[in-house]
């Protein structure tokens, strides 16, 4: 089984502002991403788990409260052709203070892929607006809220889309299951 550790964690909004674990993949800033990273890749690629194609069963006992990891497969869905055929998928584990916050439940999972146009969200500064599609400009500029909800941009009102997957926890082991 594929295993999440620590090298795969980005950053964390357990604190009052989140805080980016390695600087060479930082959260995005103000700026919404890093200049080299492009519209079609999230910030902090370099540190994503890759996992295959297809179902897959994923160790993700090391993601503590309030962090955030993301794992990334190959998908031949059109939903992922403006990232280039790579499903980026986002896993976020909610402290209690957000849960209470944004309701749901502890572990979020969703697309990287803003409902807009399909370009790849990134993961900001700011935690009550913790995702914003890479496409700043123009009409685009989608920001979303804890929930995943779509507050601001091309996408208000629109939620980030989740893969089919469960989390379940059996001993000391939690197990994200991906169809
Ligand atoms: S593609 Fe994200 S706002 Fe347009």
Not at 75 to 92: K, R, V, W
């Amino acid at each position: 089984m594929p295993t999440l550790t620590r090298r795969h964690v980005l950053g964390s909004f357990a604190a009052a502002g989140a805080v980016a674990l390695c600087p060479a993949t930082a959260f995005a800033s103000v700026e919404w991403k890093s200049p080299q990273v492009g519209d079609t890749m999230p910030v902090g690629e370099d540190q994503l788990l890759e996992i295959g194609e297809g179902p897959v069963s994923v160790d993700i006992t090391a993601l503590m409260p309030g962090e955030v990891a993301v794992l990334r497969r190959p998908s031949a869905d059109a939903a992922y052709l403006n990232t280039g055929g790579l499903q980026n998928i986002a896993l976020h584990r909610r402290t209690d203070a957000q849960m209470a916050d944004a309701g749901g439940d502890e572990y979020y999972v969703f697309n990287m892929v803003c409902p807009h146009r399909g370009f790849a969200i990134s993961l900001t500064t700011d935690p009550a607006r913790p995702f914003a599609c890479n496409k700043q400009g123009g009409r685009h500029g989608s920001v979303f809220n804890a929930a995943g909800m779509g507050i601001e941009g091309a996408s208000q009102g629109d939620p980030l889309t989740q893969p089919a997957h469960s989390v379940t926890a059996a001993g000391d082991t939690v197990t994200l299951t991906l169809s």
